[in-house]
């Protein structure tokens, strides 16, 4: 079972910058899909990006052309780059690992507040 630890979250003002971190350890990293998922007050979790084992991305339509998701298996880290953040990025941001048929394994989150 792989354990997910999320990092990288703050404040930051509109249009700024930050890049999420996610350490993966206890299992085979390089074998699971990850993804990144948020969810803002009084919503549902959604999300935001995910990417192969083999390095094929996938974004949300809200977030294209803002956020990048890569992966680094030698350090069994997934990372989220967010550029241009908006208001409505506000949100706990979560790490999850995905194999085969199984349910996803979730960190704990990391806050993301993007205001003036």
């Known amino acids: 079972q792989v354990q997910l630890v999320e990092s990288g979250g703050g404040l930051v003002q509109p249009g700024g910058s930050l890049r999420l971190s996610c350490a993966a350890s206890g299992s085979s990293f390089s074998l699971y899909l990850m993804g990144w998922y948020r969810q803002a007050p009084g919503k549902q979790r959604e999300l935001v990006a995910r990417?192969?084992?083999?390095?094929?991305?996938y974004y949300a339509d809200s977030v294209k052309g803002r956020f990048t998701i890569s992966r680094d298996n030698a350090k069994d880290t997934v990372y989220l780059e967010m550029n241009n953040l908006k208001p409505e990025d506000t949100a706990v941001y979560y790490c999850?690992?995905?194999?085969?048929?199984?349910?996803?394994?979730w960190g704990q989150g990391t806050q993301v507040t993007v205001s003036s």
């Open positions: 990417i192969t084992i083999g390095g094929s991305s």
């Open positions: 999850a690992a995905l194999r085969g048929g199984a349910s996803p394994t």
